[in-house]
């Protein structure tokens, strides 16, 4: 059964970069049949597609998040990683990895970060 | 980009009432529609994939229906364990996908 689980700094400061991993286990990292994704929902509001990679390291972003987000993969690790630059109050949200096969999104239990000086 | 509006927003009923829930796409996405149910504090999970067909170990009062722009969650008879959030999501540019902003089925 596949799990991913996220971690990393629950407290961002303002214009700094918010960074979190997801760590997959109990299944295949390298099919291409799939991407690896992140998903955040602010308290209290709907979900946000933020971007996808491959296993092949291709990415596709959020247009109105592309030009401060990067997601990169390290397949040695079974990881994916989420970096959102100069990050505002407005990022302070639950960040959902997935792996996402086009017809099934299979969730991580999500983490809070919260951006706040 | 695609818009996917849900109605109603919210939805009151009572348990063993029939709930039928709306997404409605703002050009056709074929049968690129998937349903998740959110509950409090959880992460979202997967019902309906591609407009009709259940996940695995989803139970069969759950049912989807449509294609083009219009798609319905039904519902048949609430258990107690059913009142929580719906998503519809579509994947026709996938990867990129994208949301309803959801309805909220509460308990009458």
């Known amino acids: 059964q596949l799990l991913l689980q996220e971690s990393g700094p629950r407290l961002v400061k303002p214009s700094e970069t918010l960074s979190l991993t997801c760590s997959v286990s109990g299944g295949s990292f390298n099919s291409a049949s799939h991407y690896w994704g992140w998903i955040r929902q602010p308290p209290g509001k709907g979900l946000e597609w933020i971007g996808s990679?491959?296993?092949?390291?291709?990415?596709h972003y959020n247009l109105s998040l592309e030009s401060r987000v990067t997601i990169s993969l390290d397949p040695s690790k079974k990881q994916f990683s989420l970096h959102l630059s100069a990050a505002t109050v407005a990022d302070t949200a639950v960040y959902f990895c997935a792996r996402d096969r086009g017809w099934e999104l299979l969730w991580g239990k999500g983490a809070l970060v919260s951006v706040s000086s | 980009e695609i818009v996917l509006t849900q109605s109603p927003a919210t939805l009151s009923l009572s348990p063993g009432e029939r709930a039928t829930l709306s997404c409605r796409a703002s050009?056709?996405?074929?049968?690129?529609l998937t349903w998740h149910q959110q509950k409090p504090g959880q992460a979202p999970r997967l019902l309906i994939y591609?407009?009709?067909y259940r996940a695995t170990g989803i139970p069969p009062r759950f049912s989807g229906s449509g294609s083009g722009t219009n798609f319905t969650l039904t519902i048949s008879s609430l258990e107690p364990e059913d009142f929580a959030v719906y998503y519809c999501?579509?994947?026709?540019?996938?990867?990129?996908?994208?949301f309803g902003h959801g309805t909220r089925l509460e308990i009458k």
């Open positions: 050009q056709n996405i074929d049968n690129y």
């Open positions: 999501q579509q994947r026709t540019n996938w990867p990129a996908i994208t």
């Open positions: 591609d407009a009709s």
């Open positions: 990679i491959s296993s092949s390291g291709v990415t």
